[in-house]
């Protein structure tokens, strides 16, 4: 081991550095992380500190095996000193899952043979558990660490909970079109006229929100040389009509040297109408006879769907470290049920486990 010997350390230690006087923060190399790894992995490895396996679903290897080289040399602390006699881990290999609200098994188990059914032994349990409840309220699971002695009956040793107590409701945007009009739209009726601009969407699913952008350019022009009022119009069909979804007037009040005027129209509608098949277009007319009103081209509409998105599980890691079981026996299993209140769901994660030391 050393320390950090860059040339952007100060006193062989680590700094952030200072931008504004141009010192660099230190440079953390690969020979410095490597020692520190391998320092600490002697220690796991070591046959005094129990000759553990790494495992990286851990972090509490070092601490485990500096208690086991302590209680090696005899500072175990009451219980008396002493080497293992034998160190075993059983992990899971998938996630298990319940909604269950009786203990159901998980796929944290092992079936531990002692040295000397007499030994006492120390139990350490590492959980990757998940709660949720689907409609993102409340939620609480248990997990128990249980125990078999020679194929009897299981008994409890350690129960923990874990608990979702707030959630947070969003959205998430999983597809957008846009439809684009390619050329001006022009009328001079005074009755609702179609641009050509429509949008034929397709959603996901029908029962997401969906959000409608219109962005309109909009003339409105009197050939008389006076004032012009038109109206531009966004519109949804509901199957059998089209219904107005949002109105965008251009009124002007001109000099006769001025009898055009362009606007530029932009709004947002959200529609929660459950739709297989939406349609929107934009429609337009005149509002008195001698105007003119134009859709230029480039208007669009865009449709963006949103899902619904609940922030509805609560992720933690549970330890439990040198629980001391000193029941005598020539077999025991140990293993990690949990159960789950109405509606919830709990879900014990890959790598999860029990490490059993002998002593």
């Keep these: 081991m050393k320390r950090i010997d860059h040339s952007t350390a100060q006193n062989n230690l680590f700094t952030e550095g200072n ?12 020979e410095w992380l490597n020692l520190v790894q391998e320092e600490i992995c002697n220690i796991i490895e070591d046959s005094d500190g129990g000759n553990t396996p790494l495992n990286g679903a851990s972090n509490v290897q070092l601490k485990e095996a500096v208690a086991a080289m302590i209680a090696a040399a005899g500072g175990g602390g009451g219980g008396g000193g002493g080497a293992f006699a034998k160190t075993d881990f059983g992990y899971a290999g998938s996630d298990s899952s319940t909604t269950s609200t009786s203990n159901q098994t998980t796929n944290v188990s092992k ?16 959980l990757d558990w998940v709660v949720q409840d689907a409609a993102g309220s409340e939620a609480t699971a248990y997990a ?13 040793i350690k129960e923990f909970t874990n608990q979702l107590q707030q959630t947070a409701n969003g959205e998430l945007l999983i597809n957008t079109n846009k439809t684009v009009l390619g050329s001006d739209a022009v009328t ?3 009755t609702i006229q179609p641009t050509g601009l429509q949008s034929n969407y397709t959603p996901i699913d029908g029962n997401n929100k969906r959000l409608i952008q219109a962005f309109v350019k909009h003339r409105s022009q009197d050939t008389n040389g ?14 059998s009509v089209w219904q107005e979804l949002a109105s965008m007037a251009n009124q002007g009040n001109h000099p006769a040297t001025s009898s055009i005027q362009e606007l530029t129209h932009f709004v947002e509608i959200e529609d929660e109408t459950n739709d297989s098949s939406p349609q929107y277009r934009i429609s337009h007319y005149a509002n008195n006879s001698g105007d003119t009103s134009t859709v230029r081209a480039d208007s669009f509409i865009n449709v963006q769907e949103f899902s619904k998105l609940v922030i509805n599980n609560n992720r933690k890691t549970c330890y439990a470290e040198f629980i001391d079981d000193s029941d005598a026996t020539t077999n025991v299993t140990y293993r990690i049920s949990h159960r789950v209140a109405n509606g919830d769901t709990s879900t014990i994660k890959t790598g999860s486990g029990i490490l059993i030391k002998e002593l």
């Design 19 to 30: 931008p504004t006087t141009g010192v660099p923060a230190t440079t953390v190399t690969a």
């Design 111 to 126: 079936v531990y043979t002692p040295v000397d059914g007499t030994s006492r032994r120390l139990v350490s349990v590492y």
């Design 226 to 239: 006076g004032a012009a009022s038109t109206t531009a119009v966004l519109e949804y069909y509901t199957g």
């Design 144 to 156: 128990v660490l249980e125990k078999s002695i020679d194929g009897g009956a299981y008994t409890t």
């Design 188 to 190: 001079t009726s005074t």
